[in-house]
Structure formats: structure tokens, C-alpha cells
């Protein structure tokens, strides 16, 4: 069995399709929920007798390429990317869907080491997959696997975090280095044959989050600097809500090793894309409190302040360069490289 | 701009992916909670005041080839299928998820065409898209177009479906005649010089399992028959259920033109996709006020009954034939035809 690979017929519906969930998905993820295996999931949310509350409710498709990567893989990253996206807004993740589109052809065992991986930052993160999804393509239809993630949260009572709260005057807190992920992925595709040490960041950042909730209520806005990088997630954020951003060039971390990959590629880490990174965007006052509450946070140890939200020029994102100069950070054009997450 | 097409770009995260979001799928699917452009969507849920009551959610991956056939396309499959898997356990769908898998070179009007079949479906179903994403991969990555939709539904307060909740003595109701779906998108694949007119039955099964909750408290499942057809969905309930299942071959509608279809292809309708039709199994005292909801409904106009539930042999379908015999009906065993949706 350790050839065996997807067939068609495991997308047919019928009997190797449920041979399939149950040998495979149902032994790894099961739960009640998803045991039941009617067409929909049916569960209560449960917001602690204070009321429904709000919900949140996103969806993100992973195309990653190559499926395994230094530091991750498809599997990890589908539920982080969605996780992290819950948590942007301030939600408590409780809930993810998995839809698989399969090719032809691929080893059932990639799709049981990504289904393994999946299962474990579920686990981490504390969310359970509760829908799933499979199909399956003829040869040369897609490119391996992709998976589509969409999840579920609760939005406590008073938390209104979004990219069109920022004031001037919040701190520009980002959570750790950046740009390893979108390097790892490159090197690992482009077997450039360059000695590198550089893993993926991909991780949940729903407890982080928490942690930073639990310091401040003037958390305004959050974001995840993923595809289009930290640049791009800054000036939707000004765009949003109509203020400039000020950064230093010399406070954004970035680790050696991937400073040095992007300069010899001709990168700039400002684009390139993170998948456990977080930018909050905080009262002054109350800077300091999430600062220190991160540190403390597995994947916040690294956080700093990276400059300020300033009122004019209203949607534009300025970088103080190490020379002395300031420039205009826009978004990413065209494309830097593709099938990063 | 007419032969426009998908660039890499578009997938970076940066600004041709703004562009297309904005230029394409905020002009035509627009509403409060998607506009909030955050990395996912919040909103509360709509209870009436009786509490929070439970929430149905689903996913679904669309694959279909070609993207367009007689009846519908890919847009309109990923509205109703999702729309039909929440229906299934009774609830009523509210909110949508619709993320796009867009090959490189896939012409920008083709695109447009299928965003706006499917805003016409999700107004048709009265629910909303508030959560999207885009990736493009390379040329040759993907067949055109993948969608993922998820759906988040309400269950109403006292509503109980699942396909294990089938007693012996239920009614076997079908909506409609069947295979109308998958021969329909064959014909149009394979272009065997048929000159059929056979449609797909893509359809929102929403309202019609609302006339039928209102006609009936004793529903006990519902399913629709898609992947795997008639055959598979009932095999599932009777093993779901612990029952078995009894139907008549002469009381199961299908059409003339597919009927031909079926015998001069090899294929037996039992096993063949639909995508606008559900099986009920309802309480005996309860069906005939049940069938005649249904009738009265747009796509349940044909609705009939097709068969009862029995205790035993526990897990088994039957099927009485048409010369008088009883056969064993089983699950879909290897793949009918692939990419059926």
C-alpha cells in the first residue's frame, strides 16, 4: 500500500470515495461533529451564555508549491492561514472546513502526511474540522493538491478590530522577523542550490492574539502580512482607514539568512510573504502592554515596534530608510513569485 | 479588454489582485460584509430573538467540466450545491464563502460570466457572499477554474434531519426525475454528436425544504443525490440509519431524452449526478401533506413517491424491478464519469 496513489474513482461519491474518508480522513480528524456525515456540519456555538455574539467567517484555497517545505507544508498551512485570518479580526477560532482537490496519481502517502500535518495544527490552534470536501482530477488537472480551508469564529462581546480602525497616533507593532516563509518556499522550489537554514514561520497565531486581548481593549487593527507582504498588508490598512503609516526601515527584523537570499535574488523583504506574522495596530498608550504580553507569547518573542500611524498623507505608507531619506512603500505590482501559500 | 485574461498577477495578494477584486467580484456580488475587506468576514446571526439556535456549516469544491453546459455553469453549481448541502440537514442558508482557483490564460470574460450566474444564484437562494479569495496558478496548474464554496446556515429551533434518523414505515420521496445533471454535462463534454436537449438541474433547494418544514414536523432525512446519484444517497441513509430501504424501479422518474441517453452510453440512472433534487424520507401519516408542498414549489413540482423504509436487512437497498424481481442496489462502485461537479 505504500505505492498506492489517488485514483479517480475516489472522487466518484461512491464507494472508494467513502473508502477514502474513512481509512484516511475520518481516522485522523474524526470528532462528533464530523462523524455524523450528513451534507452539513450542525453544531451551537458556544458564547458562554453571554448571547450569540458575532461571528467571523473567512476562506483562503492553498496552492503552496512544493507541498512539503522547509518548516511546513500544505497541510499546516491550510489551517494556519485560516486561523490567522479568524484571529485578524479578533475571533476566537472554533470551527474549519477541509475541501480537497485531488490529481490523479497523487501517493496516498503525501496525502496521509498532509492530512497528519493538518490534524496537528488543528490541534494546536484548537480548532476542529468539522467539513470536508474531496474531488479529484484527471492527471495534469491540477498540480498535486490544493485545499480550501474555511473556518469559524466567535467574535467576543467589545472586541471591533479591523483594518479601518487605525488612528493616528497607534503603534505599528509587528510580531517577528519577516519574510521566511516566502523564502523558504522559493529556495525549496527553486533548488537553487544555495545551503539555507531558512524554515517557513507558518503557525497559528490565535493564542497570540488572545494574549494580546487579554492586555488591551485598543488593539484597532490587526493583520497577517501573507501574499504581497508586510508593505502590501500596511498600505491596506491606510487605505482603509484613510491614514499614513510611518515605518523605520532599521526596526523591521529580518533574519540574517533571509536578508541575504532576497539581496542575492533581488528581493525586498518588505513583499515577501509571511504565514506567522502578525501587525497590530494599537492605542500609544497601551503599546507597551501588548508588546510585553506577546513577548511572551510562543510565536511573539520577537515582536517590536516598527513606527507609528500618523494622519496625512492619508492611504500612504512612508519608510524611514537607514540613509537618512523616506520613501513611499506601495503595494506589491505584478508578481513576485507565485504559488507561495 | 474583451480578450483579457487571468495573469499570474492577479494571484500576488498585491494590486492586480485588488483590481480584479474590485473590478469583477465587489461590483457584482457587493454587500455590507464583504465590502469590510477584512481578513474575514463578521456579522451576527439573525435568531429572531428565540436564542442562538444551531448553525449548519458546509463545504463544497467545484470541478465541473466544462465550465459551461446546458442548464447552468460552474458559478451557478457552486451557489446551489452548497445552498442544497445546508438545506439537507434543514437549515436555512444564510451566508456564503466563495474562493477561486483561476488557471493562468483563463479569459477575463468567461470569468465575468460565471461570477455573475453565480450572484444570480445566491439572489435566486437569498443568500449572501461575504467571505472570497482568489489564487491563480501557472498555465497548465489547472483545467480553467476551480471554486470552493462554504455555507453557514441557520438550523431552526426543534428542526432534527440527518440521514440517521430514517424510521421503518417512512415515505421515500424523490422531487423529481433524475439524471438530468450528469447527462447533460457528459453530452456536453464529450460532444458525441448527440443532438440532445437534455439540461442540468442545477437548482437552490432552499425554499422547497422550507415548504416542506412547514407542511411537516416529521422529516427525518433528506439528502440530494449528486456524486454517486439516487443509488449512493440512499445506500448511505440505510446504512446512517441502521434500516433498509425499499424503492420501485417503475415509480422512479426519469426522463425520456436521458433514459436513451443512459441505455445507448451504458449508464444507469440510479448512479448518475443531480444537482436539483433531494430524497425526503417523511413519517407515512405526514407524506401525502408533505408530496403536496412540494408540488406546489417550483422544483418540486414532479415530486413523487418512490419507496418506503423498512427495518430489515439492516443497511441493504432494495429495489422492486419493473419484471417483478428485487435486486440489490449498491453504492457507486469505481467512477461513473469524473468532473461532474
Known sequence: MARARVLLGHGSGGKLTHQLIESLFLS??????????????????????????????????????????????????????????????????????????LEEGLPLADLRRITASLKGAAREAGVKIVAGDTKVVERGSADGLFINTAGLGLVPEGVDISGSNARPGDAVILSGPIGNHGISVLLEREQMGFVSSVKSDVAPLNLLVAAMLEASPNIHALRDPTRGGLATSLVEMAHQSGVAIRIYEGKVPVDEEVAAACEILGYDPLYVANEGKLIALVAPQDAPEVLRAMKKSLYGRQATIIGEVLAEPRGKVLMATRVGGTRIVDMLSGEQFPRIC
Open 28 to 101: 485522523q480528524l474524526a470528532n462528533p461533529i464530523l462523524k455524523a456525515l450528513d451534507d452539513s456540519a450542525v453544531f451551537s456555538v458556544d458564547s458562554k451564555g453571554r448571547g450569540m455574539g458575532r461571528l467571523a467567517f473567512t476562506t483562503d484555497s492553498y496552492v503552496v508549491k512544493p507541498l512539503f517545505f522547509p518548516g511546513g507544508d500544505i497541510g499546516r498551512l491550510a489551517v494556519c492561514g485560516t486561523v490567522n485570518d479568524l484571529s485578524m479580526v479578533g475571533a476566537t477560532p472554533l470551527y474549519l472546513s477541509a475541501a480537497f482537490i
